[in-house]
């Protein structure tokens, strides 16, 4: 079983930056690859990047290609997410997820963190 805990959420102004952290616990990261999906009111979750277990390969969502950064450290177990030139459509609860496969198909992961909300002001 893997507890994930997201963090780094908050209020920012268009065109600003924040990092998002998810720390995890239970068992290491390091056999999972990891993902970031977003969910704003009214819409459906989305993809927003992912990456495997190793940091080799990393892939985005086509709406913040070029402005998001995922990294992670195995061995401080945590997963970020670097969000720069951030813009208002960008505000939704952004949750990370676990899963076997580096994937953009929220179903195909096995644990999710509870979110954390982040808020871009124009």
């Known amino acids: 079983q893997v507890q994930l805990v997201e963090s780094g959420g908050g209020l920012v102004q268009a065109g600003g930056s924040l990092r998002l952290s998810c720390a995890a616990s239970?068992?290491?990261?390091?056999?999972?690859?990891m993902a970031w999906f977003r969910q704003a009111p009214g819409k459906e979750r989305q993809f927003v990047a992912v990456?495997?277990?190793?940091?080799?390969?990393?892939t985005y969502g086509d709406s913040v290609k070029g402005r998001f950064i995922i990294s992670r450290d195995n061995a401080k177990n945590t997963v970020y997410l670097q969000m720069n030139s951030l813009k208002p459509e960008d505000t939704a609860v952004y949750y990370c997820?676990?899963?076997?496969?580096?994937?953009?198909?929220?179903?195909?992961?096995?644990?999710w963190g509870q979110g954390t909300q982040v808020t871009v002001s124009s």
């Open positions: 239970g068992r290491t990261l390091s056999s999972y690859a």
């Open positions: 990456i495997n277990w190793s940091g080799a390969y990393t």
């Open positions: 997820a676990a899963g076997s496969a580096a994937v953009s198909k929220s179903t195909l992961y096995d644990y």
